[in-house]
T-cell receptor, first 111, second 115 residues
Framework: KQEVTQIPAALSVPEGENLVLNCSFT??????LQWFRQDPGKGLTSLLL?????REQTSGRLNASLDKSSGRSTLYIAASQPGDSATYLC??????????FGTGTRLTVIP | KAGVTQTPRYLIKTRGQQVTLSCSPI?????VSWYQQTPGQGLQFLFE???????NKGNFPGRFSGRQFSNSRSEMNVSTLELGDSALYLC??????????????FGPGTRLLVL
């Protein structure tokens, strides 16, 4: 069974710092990988979707990379802002079209 | 454009009862997916509906079922509720491709408490 792990579980950084969130998965036979953010009381927001044939995707200050062979993805956030504070989740699509979510990284950006 | 709406927002039921949750996708979106989020198991994919047909399914028992109507609105049903079914249930919509290939738009969720 696919297992998705996110490290660290929690992260606090001062405003303006660049940071990297990590996601690892056990089975490299994935179709794609997605990153989400979850805000308390505001639900889930899709951030980036990387197809299995792609190496990275960028959206504004966010850049996500995918290395299928090593079973890893990273989400890079540039020039962090307090509004970036949220829980970040990655999910891989594998098996019989099932989505497997990671445990999440709770990010706090300190003004 | 209105976002994804879910009703009810909060629900309390007792063990053994059944429950029906509703999700209205963004106008023009035809794919609706359902997720369960619990502190212990995290976020898990339940199933996806497209054009009134279940297109993808996660690993949940048959007590969890769903359907989609011709206007793309979807309902999720859980029968014979168990304490472990207490969770936040999220639905998400995409235009046509579904959660595997398209950006999803999520509703605020329905929080179910089973006593």
């Amino acid at each position: 069974k696919q297992e998705v792990t996110q490290i660290p579980a929690a992260l606090s950084v001062p405003e303006g710092e660049n940071l990297v969130l990590n996601c690892s998965f056990t089975d490299s036979a994935i179709y794609n990988l997605q990153w989400f953010r979850q805000d308390p009381g505001k639900g889930l927001t899709s951030l980036l979707l990387i197809q299995s044939s792609q190496r990275e995707q960028t959206s504004g200050r966010l850049n996500a990379s995918l290395d299928k062979s090593s079973g890893r993805s990273t989400l890079y956030i540039a020039a962090s802002q307090p509004g970036d504070s949220a829980t970040y989740l990655c999910a891989v699509i594998a098996g019989a079209n099932n989505l497997f979510f990671g445990t999440g990284t709770r990010l706090t950006v300190i003004p | 454009k209105a976002g994804v709406t879910q009703t009810p927002r909060y629900l309390i039921k007792t063990r053994g009862q059944q429950v029906t949750l509703s999700c209205s996708p963004i106008s023009g979106h035809r794919s609706v997916s359902w997720y369960q989020q619990t502190p212990g198991q995290g976020l898990q994919f339940l199933f996806e509906y497209f054009s009134e047909t279940q297109r993808n399914k996660g690993n949940f028992p048959g007590r969890f079922s769903g359907r989609q109507f011709s206007n793309s609105r979807s309902e999720m049903n859980v029968s014979t509720l168990e304490l472990g079914d207490s969770a936040l249930y999220l639905c998400a919509s995409t235009k046509t491709g579904g959660p595997l290939v398209e950006t999803q738009y999520f509703g605020p969720g329905t929080r179910l408490l089973v006593l």
